[in-house]
């Protein structure tokens, strides 16, 4: 079942908006699906890949046993699901019944599981490696990885996960870079209070082997709309003026909200910040970025770059996939030169 919401909008409105991330008419375009159990309650925060001109979706979803797991679906043109699987594609093993799991309640409503996926290929290996959030006895961060070839043969056959955060720490939102940077692998495993990025000559680790982060909880920026901090989005995208990351945060002026930011990183050295957004790229302002879970959330774990357009995925209000998009060089240009982005709507 696919919820359907009522939107009018001018073609007059359209055009006089500026340039900015445009939403989706179709959005939601994933929804609970009430006939699987697994998926019945919530489906969101999907990581995305671009494959042989194809995107894929791997989102989170929880149904009635309260545990999160991973589905798939994919689409053509990034606005359409043209294929969505009846089960799921990856858990997140428990190694016992623990409960209610705090952490993972507040973070999207599971008991646990595995939430917030998001996929990566670096360069041309074949091989996808995928960081989520790994919710058993604590909130850590889990990696696994796939050959390409039987992600796209739907062979679901994922190598054993590794937990890559400390024991007793909480640690969620790492991203791996989709190219290698001065012949390593990078891992970003914080923004707050700077970029931190772990570099490696392999993404095998062994038992008891863990990327040691820290994330200033109590970090507050001043004077501007991204307050606090919460983490890192989709996997960065490799354009020509640098690394674009999306991230998270909240206003205190503007409490209860989940919003998206962009940094512009160097291409060679990722720690330094060339650009921040001034103004949020994404703020929950519809009905299905409320009517959710959690409502006045949007929370980014995929974006692709597919015919010059920047195509961002995001969770809506816990409950909801939906997706916004922007030309690339228009939306470069406008963070470059430090102009206010506005959304608008795109009727497809």
């Known amino acids: 079942m696919k919820i359907r919401i009522s939107k009018k909008k001018t073609r007059q409105h359209e055009q006089a908006s500026h340039v900015g991330f445009i939403k ?5 375009i994933l929804s609970p699906e009430p006939d699987n159990d697994w998926e019945s309650w919530q489906t969101f925060n999907p990581g995305v890949i671009l494959l042989e001109d194809k995107i894929h979706f791997i989102y989170r979803a929880i149904g009635e046993d309260g545990i999160s797991r991973l589905g798939y679906a994919n689409s053509l043109n990034g606005f359409i699901i043209d294929e969505r699987l009846p089960y799921p594609i990856y ?27 998001r996929i990566v290929r670096v360069g041309e290996e074949d091989m996808l490696y995928m960081t989520y959030t790994a919710c058993g006895e604590g909130l850590r961060v889990g990696l696994t990885s796939i050959c390409t070839k039987d992600f796209l043969q739907k062979r679901w056959r994922w190598n054993p996960p590794r937990l890559i955060s400390p024991p007793n720490e909480v640690h969620k939102n790492w991203v791996i870079f989709p190219e290698k940077i001065n012949d390593k692998y990078a891992i970003l495993h914080s923004i707050c209070p700077e970029i931190s990025i772990d570099y490696r000559d392999s993404l095998e680790f062994q038992e008891d082997e863990y990327i040691w982060s820290f994330y200033d909880s109590g970090f507050r920026r001043k004077n501007c709309w ?12 490799k354009t020509s003026a640098g690394w674009l990351l999306f991230y998270h945060a ?15 990183l160097d291409l060679d050295d990722p720690t330094k910040i060339l650009y921040r957004s001034q103004e949020p790229v994404l703020v929950p302002e519809k009905d299905y970025e409320y ?3 959690k409502g006045g959330v949007v929370y980014v774990c995929g974006a692709v770059i597919k015919n010059d357009r920047i195509l961002v995925y995001y969770g809506a209000s816990d409950s909801y996939v939906s997706v916004a998009q922007a030309d690339s060089a228009e939306f470069l240009r406008a963070l470059t030169q430090q102009a206010k982005p506005q959304l608008k709507e795109k009727i497809l």
């Open 291 to 293: 009517s959710g879970f």
């Open 226 to 237: 991204d307050n606090w901090i919460r983490g890192a989005g989709s996997p960065p995208l």
């Open 91 to 117: 858990e997140h093993k428990l190694t016992r019944s623990t409960g209610i799991n705090y952490y993972s309640f507040a973070s999207g409503g599971s008991f646990g599981g595995a939430e917030d996926p």
């Open 250 to 264: 909240m206003d205190n002026n503007d409490p209860g909200k989940y919003k998206v930011g962009a940094l512009l």
């Open 24 to 28: 989706a008419e179709e959005n939601p």
